[in-house]
């Protein structure tokens, strides 16, 4: 026997001892596990709870996802979100893309959802979205370090550093990170009249 031959016949037996553990450990292809609940039409939805159940969105959150689940007659629960139709009552304050609310302006506004012959108004307040948000170093300078690779072991994350300045590994500690690039090398890192 060639071994080119037994090759095939390794593979051949390899596939289909592969193929019956997928038997033996998910069953045939096509059935439903057990566990699975399939939904079936002829349940009447009793109520719709929305999450959350206020959405407030300032400049720091300006978007907020929603979660809507209707509960049924047999106490059973499903994930509509998907199925609803959504209106915001003052687009110009708020909208609805996508199953993410989005802020537009300050105010308050009701976003009306309707599912199944629900009805449900979500308080909306939008404040402070047109104000900037203050910088904050942990989150905002420090993610961009590591998106860059500065804070990486190849630069300035090694144990010893690069060319005199270190960082810590990947931004773990965001306080000698800013204490390094404002304080150290006698302040000159960091020049506030030229931030370039």
């Known amino acids: 026997m060639t071994i080119a031959v037994r090759r095939m016949q390794n593979r051949w ?3 289909a001892l592969c193929f019956l553990l997928c038997m033996v450990a998910y069953g045939p292809v096509g059935a439903q596990s057990s566990s699975i609940e399939i939904p079936r039409a002829n349940r009447r939805t009793e109520r719709l709870v929305v999450e ?6 300032d400049a720091t959150n300006p978007k907020q996802q929603l979660l809507v689940t209707a509960h049924f007659e047999d106490g059973s629960a ?15 304050i708020a909208t609805f893309e996508e199953s993410v609310v989005v802020s537009r302006f300050d105010g308050r506004t009701d976003l009306e959802i309707s ?8 308080p909306i307040v939008v404040e402070g979205c047109q104000q900037m948000p203050p910088v904050h170093f942990a989150n905002d300078i420090v993610p961009i370090l590591s998106k860059l690779g ?28 800013y204490q390094a690039i404002v304080e150290e090398g006698r302040g000159r890192r960091v020049f506030p009249g030229s931030a370039l």
Do not use: M, W
Not at 52 to 57: A, F, G, H
Not at 78 to 92: L, M
Not at 115 to 122: M, S, V
Not at 158 to 173: A, C, E, K
């Open 13 to 15: 037996i390899s596939s």
């Open 52 to 57: 959350p159940s206020v959405v407030r969105l």
């Open 78 to 92: 499903c994930d509509v979100t998907h199925r609803c139709n959504y209106k915001s009552a003052n687009a110009s």
């Open 115 to 122: 599912c199944d012959g629900h009805e449900f108004k979500l």
């Open 150 to 177: 500065c804070n990486s072991g190849g630069c300035h994350g090694r144990v010893q550093g690069q060319n005199g300045f270190r960082l810590s590994v990947f931004g773990y500690d965001p306080a000698a990170d």
